[in-house]
Every structure is written in C-alpha cells, then in structure tokens.
C-alpha cells in the first residue's frame, strides 16, 4: 500500500508497482476533490476479467482493465479518506496488446491505470462529449507521466483488430 493505493500482484508479474501508483495519483492530482482518494488496483490475467465482465457487464469476452466504483460512504462516516474504487487489469491481455503495437507494457499499464482511475471518478467514453472530456483528461495525466498520449490511439486501433 502507499498513499491509500493498494497494489495487488498475486501472481507475481514483472510490474514497477510505484509507476503504476504514480499513474493513479496523476489523474487524482488533477481532481483536487480526489487528491487524497484510495483505491485498489488488482492485476490479474484474461480468464479472471473474461469472468468478471460477464458477470458485471454481460460480455462473454475478456477484456483489458474493468473499474468498479465503490459506493458512497454513508453520510455518518466521518473518515478524512474517501475509497473510490477498484480496477482490475488483464496483465496477459495487456501484454498481448503492448506487443501488437510496440508500446512498453510498463506504458500500457499506465494508460489503463489511468483509464480505470478515470472511470473511478465517474468518466465515461459512451458518448462522443463524455469521450472528448475523458481523452483530455486522460492526455494530460499521461503527459504528467512523460507518455506520449498517442499510445492510446495505437492501442485503441489494436484492441479493435
């Protein structure tokens, strides 16, 4: 854990698990009503979030990152840190995708940290607005990491193939 962002690795990947928390602070850096928010990132392979996306979403098909928002704390909690939520990455599935299109995994794994962060905040890419607001916000945090924010159209292009 560090800073209230715990990193589960039970497989043991090869991951620089304190980039990976930078990447999350990014994005909550920029949203001050978040700045001091906890989360849980959980890497795992393509078979658990090919369970998990049935299960939550309907989708019989594995997937890179899913994000779970946590509820609202009730009103009576008067803890100073608000849990925000959990994401769970595909490390093979992200992998696979990495080397499709040549990017670094450790940048890969970034990006869908600072997509599911996003998605913990409440954004969304269902609409072209909602997508236009959400892309920003996730450049800036990208570029707040020195990456190149055109890792996500190449990798956008390759999850589509």
């Known amino acids: 854990m560090s800073d209230g962002i715990i990193l589960q690795n039970p497989s043991h990947y090869p991951i620089d698990s304190e980039r990976l928390i930078r990447a999350s602070r990014a994005v909550l850096g920029c949203h001050p009503e978040y700045k001091d928010g906890d989360l ?14 049935l299960r939550y979403a ?3 098909a594995p997937t890179d990152v899913l994000s779970f928002p946590a509820d609202d704390a009730p009103r009576e909690c008067c803890e100073a840190r608000r849990y925000l939520g959990d994401i769970v990455i595909a490390h093979d ?8 299109t040549a990017a670094a995994i450790s940048d890969v794994l970034c990006l869908l940290v600072i997509h599911g962060t996003l998605h913990l905040l409440g954004y969304d890419h269902d609409t072209n607005v909602a997508r236009k607001k959400m892309w920003a ?3 800036l ?8 924010p055109s890792l996500v159209e190449s990798y956008g292009k390759s999850e589509n193939d």
């Open 137 to 139: 916000a996730q450049d």
């Open 141 to 148: 945090a990208l570029q707040g990491m020195n990456i190149d």
């Open 93 to 100: 599935y992200a992998s696979a995708q990495a080397r499709a």
């Open 40 to 53: 849980s990132i959980v890497l795992t392979d393509s078979r658990m979030l090919n369970v998990m996306n």
């Open 58 to 60: 309907q989708v019989d």
